[in-house]
């Protein structure tokens, strides 16, 4: 999957009978029915279509090697202030324009980039296919990248970035993923910092874009009322401009924690602590990455049906919600719990978290949590593709990951072959619990983390915590995110 989410593209107004249509007739066909056309153009970009003709509607994704892992050192939120910056205007049109056209046919066009890869789509009317890719082709062959516009979108991307810092969750996240990635390509926000962005120039932009913007190294994904040898001549044309390729980029090494709590701990004067605890995960070319689905439903990603849930939530009240994930991309990700909780509770909370890893590790999950993890997890995959931008990004994962293209048909049969013994391996395996980084944003004060305590627990020595025999409270004393794993992408 794309990771650790992409920015929220920006989308053209859409017309009435467009709004209709996304609203209520964009189903694709089920899984089992994905028919993926896979070609290379002259230029050497992968092109994957899906013909869908029951809707006269097309949607087309573009993934460029041009994502935040690509930014030069010092420049952290290159990728995304280039990305943005390539639909305000083009040679021949100003910002103004480009969006007036785009919103008179009622159609999308956006670039934005994450962690791993930059992303241009479009979304139109069938009658309107070529206008609309004519219009993301002068976006990405001849943007204007003027001084003024990207001056200004620089000041807006600051602004945002500085509200952001304003909340806790954001703050534990970039600070999780700087003590766990370092100056590797990871180890920064995708937006980059308030310092760095304010420090790039508009050359720095331009520069970005003629080094990353190739389509030798892209990958073209596009589902729709279309015919795949077409739509092959057309995009060779609309994109001939930016042809070559991206350099290759060396694989940074895998995070490393040692043993121990390692604390980053960030002082705010707030009710309840952000907490994030955990450690290095796996690459989405690891070959466990299913077993690790299954594990990691069970322990906390299948909200009320994982443990972390029951335990910390429903046992204990000390949050409304945790969660656990991995986050796998082109290189090794992260793994992390995420919760909220009383600055109080804090160490109650985390006590009990690494009491649940290192459950998962000494004791097989029963037969009913498998169940149930697996008929989750395949019930609920066809609605990953089920709708035109949801099987374009979809595609893009087959081609960027190689999973095949016979992907869709399979995933039921990896998940369905996982084991309890599976299961117990890779969380062995895979779980950290005597090795780990701790980031809470809390009133520290309150807070008084009992690091030796908390060390002892990672190490399996420490006594079960004081509250282990209490009685549920009534309803839960701390409000919590229940997804706050920090955002890579995607």
Do not use: W
């Not at 573009?62 to 935040?68: K, L, R, T, Y």
């Not at 057309?234 to 040692?258: D, F, M, R, S, Y």
Request: glycine residues 8%.
């Amino acid at each position: 999957m794309m990771r650790r989410g992409y920015p929220a593209f920006r989308a053209a107004v859409a017309s009435a009978a467009f709004c209709a249509l996304t609203a209520s007739a964009l189903i694709a066909t089920p899984a089992a029915a994905l028919e993926i056309k896979r070609s290379v153009l002259a230029d050497g970009a992968v092109l994957l279509v899906s013909e869908q003709h029951q809707l006269p509607m097309v949607t087309m994704t573009i993934a460029f090697d041009a994502g935040a892992r690509r930014d030069p050192a010092g420049k952290a939120g290159l990728a995304s202030l280039t990305a943005s910056s390539l639909t305000l205007g083009t040679k021949e049109m100003s910002a103004a324009q480009f969006n007036q056209k785009v919103d008179f046919m009622g159609s999308s066009v956006a670039v934005g980039a994450g962690p791993d890869y930059a992303q241009a789509s479009f979304t139109s009317l069938k009658k309107y296919e070529d206008a609309t890719l004519s219009l993301m082709a002068a976006a990405l062959t001849e943007p204007a990248l003027s001084d003024d516009e990207i001056t200004r979108k620089r000041a807006e991307r600051v602004a945002d970035i500085k509200a952001n810092e304003e909340q806790p969750e954001y703050v534990a996240g970039i600070a999780f993923h700087k003590a766990l990635y370092g100056d590797t390509p990871y180890g920064h926000p995708s937006e980059g910092t308030a310092d760095s962005v304010a420090k790039l120039t508009p050359q720095d932009v331009r520069d970005f874009y003629r080094t990353h913007y190739r389509m030798g190294s892209a990958v073209i994904a596009v589902v729709g009322d279309v015919k795949a040898d077409e739509v092959k001549a057309q995009v060779e044309k609309a994109l001939a401009a930016i042809n070559g390729t991206v350099p290759a980029q060396a694989e940074p090494p895998a995070p490393n924690v040692p043993a121990g709590i390692h604390p980053t701990l960030v002082d705010r004067n707030v009710v309840q602590a952000t907490i994030i605890l955990g450690s290095a995960g796996v690459a989405r070319s690891n070959p466990d990455y299913y077993r690790l689905q299954v594990m990691n439903y069970i322990l906390g990603g299948g909200g009320f049906a994982s443990r972390l849930m029951r335990v910390v939530r429903s046992k204990h009240g000390l949050a409304y919600g945790i969660s656990s994930g991995f986050d796998a991309g082109r290189f090794v990700g992260s793994f992390a719990v995420s919760t909220q909780t009383k600055n109080k509770s804090a160490n109650e909370a985390l006590e009990l978290i690494i009491e649940q890893l290192r459950d998962m590790q000494a004791h097989p999950v029963t037969d009913a949590e498998l169940a149930s993890a697996k008929k989750y997890l395949i019930g609920s995959f066809p609605l990953k593709i089920d709708r035109q931008s949801a099987i374009a990004s979809f595609m893009l994962q087959v081609e960027l990951y190689g999973l095949g293209l016979d992907y869709a048909d399979r995933y039921p049969k990896l998940i369905g072959a996982v084991t309890k013994d599976d299961v117990q391996r890779v969380a062995r395996q895979y779980l950290h619990p005597d090795a780990m980084l701790l980031v809470a944003v809390a009133n520290q004060s309150e807070a008084a983390l009992n690091m030796p305590e908390l060390n002892r627990a990672a190490e399996g020595t420490a006594t079960a915590p004081a509250a282990a025999a209490a009685a549920p409270a009534a309803g839960a004393p701390g409000g919590a995110s229940s997804a706050m794993h920090p955002a890579h992408g995607g």
